[in-house]
């Protein structure tokens, strides 16, 4: 009893004798999650720290001793000196702990770490304090935006089934949600969704926390920025017959993290550039973007750091590959002028040569421009040196492509069959669409071959890879188109 009268009349003690407002501008600041050591003797007993915080958060401060027999003490004040918090003796031994204070109010606030006794205190030695913010209070829900990192308490109730949470996110942002039940029969269940209501994702039972009711939504994919809505409630929703308290956290997976499978494929857009990087441990990055039906991408993948050897590939929806390169340029690689075949999502696969076997290992920087096709996604664009492949069939009887060349310009242009018994023809168009040339057999095994032939005019010009009787023809197939300059005009 003596201890607490003491304690009493220390703090009483304390609040009249504390440093001005004016005077604590001074002190240290004090971080989140990053202990800071101090010592504290008869010279020096007190040491003043500060921080900014938001109304509404939920905070927690450790003060442990770490040599001598210091006994700590710490005290919470706002901007005015006004204490709102202290401890004595609430930590393991004589150390000191405030537990889940909440914050009455946006702005500063003083951490004054002390020993018991202050000025008439005869203990000493080194400290540790650290900062937490442990939870964010919604006492108006509905109204809460968090952050990423926040944890916030709730309770579910009958007459309260639902707690609306929002957070601005931005596209690109993988999103991790948790709600774990801490008290009552609660069964907890979490949606992420528009502002407008549209559940974009939920869950009811996480996966990785097996024998337990708690809910996850792990590695979700942001994909507009935009304003998004968390919804905290339980199985059942409205119907449901649970309740009880909830700590609900929000983070975001580290960028530098992701990739590691197309499942966690980062998302890049035309005209971005994105560092990753390849190691024995993750020897490949997947990448994901959305183009449209004649799009024309170019992807160059750059060695920055270490002794990397770059391979890059680029995939459609079903992971089928379209394209890859390694050295094109020295140690990069590069994918130029692919034509985008339709409307979709798209991965790009950053590793090295020889994949999982390879030796090589380092920092790279992914870049993806892209453009709409000069015929939009009525026409792939082609070009003199590339190489397209397509699909002849009974619901596709043609496929057609659009190049530019200049009068004089010699050109060759080959269809060959890659599968199925396709009766390969091709034809060429001037931009008038008049017929200039077309091949059937030329090319020998049913393939096609226009040899050496020469563009009258600068102009558009058109290809269309079809079968033998086009719509009336009956053989199908894969075929490869190339496009030859030969000879310039």
Request: proline share 3%; no cysteine; net charge negative.
């Amino acid at each position: 009893m003596w201890r607490l009268a003491l304690f009493i009349a220390l703090i009483a003690l304390v609040a009249g004798t504390l440093p001005a407002a004016g005077a604590r501008q001074g002190g240290i600041a004090l971080p989140f999650d990053e202990p800071v050591v101090g010592t504290l003797d008869d010279q020096n007993f007190r040491q003043i720290y500060y921080f900014e915080v938001r109304a509404g958060d939920v905070i927690a401060l450790t003060m442990s001793t770490l040599e001598g027999d210091l006994d700590a003490m710490i005290l919470l004040t706002d901007e005015q000196g006004v204490i709102i918090a202290e401890s004595d003796d609430e930590g393991a031994g004589t150390d000191a702990r405030i537990e889940s204070k909440h914050i009455p109010a946006d702005g500063r606030y003083f951490v004054i770490a002390t020993r018991f006794g202050q000025e008439h205190g005869s203990t000493s030695g080194d400290y540790s304090l650290l900062l937490e913010r442990v939870g964010t209070a919604a006492e108006s829900p509905g109204t809460t935006t968090l952050r990423y990192g926040d944890s916030v308490l709730g309770t579910i109730t009958q007459d309260m089934p639902m707690v609306f949470y929002f957070v601005q996110a931005q596209r690109g942002d993988v999103v991790n949600l948790a709600m774990r039940r801490t008290s009552g029969t609660l069964d907890p269940h979490v949606d992420l969704a528009t502002v407008e209501g549209a559940i974009l994702v939920a869950n009811d039972d996480d996966p990785e926390a097996a024998g337990t009711l708690d809910a996850a939504i792990t590695n979700y994919t942001i994909t507009q920025d935009g304003l998004y809505l968390i919804v905290a409630t339980r199985f059942g929703r409205e119907v449901g017959d649970t309740q009880g308290t909830y700590v609900l956290t929000i983070t975001q997976t580290p960028p530098e993290t992701l990739g590691s499978n197309p499942e966690e494929a980062r998302l890049i857009d035309y005209g971005m550039t994105l560092d990753g990087a390849v190691d024995d441990e993750i020897y490949e990055r997947y990448y994901r973007f959305d183009a449209s039906r004649g799009d024309v991408i170019t992807i160059t993948l750059t060695a920055s750091e270490g002794n990397l050897d770059p391979l890059l590939k680029l995939m459609d929806q079903d992971l089928e590959e379209l394209s890859q390169n390694d050295n094109s340029s020295g140690k990069d690689a590069r994918i130029a002028a692919f034509t985008i075949p339709a409307t979709g999502s798209y991965y790009l696969l950053a590793t090295r040569f020889a994949g999982p076997t390879g030796k090589t290992t380092g920092t790279f920087a992914l870049e993806l421009n892209g453009r709409a096709g000069i015929m939009g996604g009525q026409a792939l664009e082609i070009m003199y040196g590339a190489t397209m492949t397509g699909m002849i069939n009974a619901q596709q009887s043609s496929e057609e492509y659009v190049f530019v060349g200049q009068a004089g310009d010699v050109i060759r242009i080959t269809m060959q069959r890659a599968t199925g018994d396709l009766d390969s023809l091709v034809t060429l168009y001037d931009s008038q669409r008049k017929q200039l040339i077309f091949s059937d057999d030329d090319g020998g095994e049913k393939d096609s071959l226009i040899d050496e032939f020469v563009l009258p005019n600068d102009d558009m010009y058109f290809l269309v890879a079809s079968r033998y009787e086009r719509d009336n023809g009956t053989t199908s197939g894969a075929y490869i188109l190339t496009l030859e300059l030969v000879r310039a005009g």
